[in-house]
């Protein structure tokens, strides 16, 4: 297992969560990280992604200024903090990783993926 994400749970609206995606160093080095999400019933959205070194993220306009991404390059993990959820935050968070450079928003663009992490919103 190259990626393995952890942190969710069920939280109320308006709650907060810090999700974790860690990889093995290897692994880490060298590559965009991004995080996705799937409610049931929908496709897989992009909810934000970090750059390989300089720390640079972009985000779904759905969770712009809710979320926040960081990156721990010493324990190769990065962080997806969520703040103010709200019940349409639902879903399995997805982290993913892709050899390039660029910043990319779409899932079929990423290569590497880990098991989901189930999020749920209470209203």
């Known amino acids: 297992v190259q990626l393995q994400a952890s942190g969710g749970g069920l939280v109320q609206a308006g709650g907060s969560l810090r999700l974790s995606c860690a990889a093995s160093?290897?692994?880490?080095?060298?590559?965009?990280m991004g995080w996705f999400r799937q409610a049931p019933g929908k496709e897989r959205e992009f909810v934000g992604c970090i750059s390989r070194t300089s720390g640079l993220t972009v985000y779904a306009d759905s969770v712009k200024g809710r979320f926040v991404l960081a990156r721990d390059d010493d324990r190769m993990t990065v962080y997806l903090q969520m703040s103010n959820l709200e019940p349409e935050d639902t879903a399995i968070y997805y982290c993913?990783?892709?050899?390039?450079?660029?910043?990319?928003?779409?899932?079929?663009?990423?290569?590497?993926w880990g098991q989901g992490t189930l999020v749920t919103v209470s209203s």
């Open positions: 993913a990783a892709h050899d390039g450079w660029d910043l990319l928003t779409t899932a079929k663009e990423y290569k590497y």
């Open positions: 160093q290897r692994f880490f080095s060298g590559r965009v």
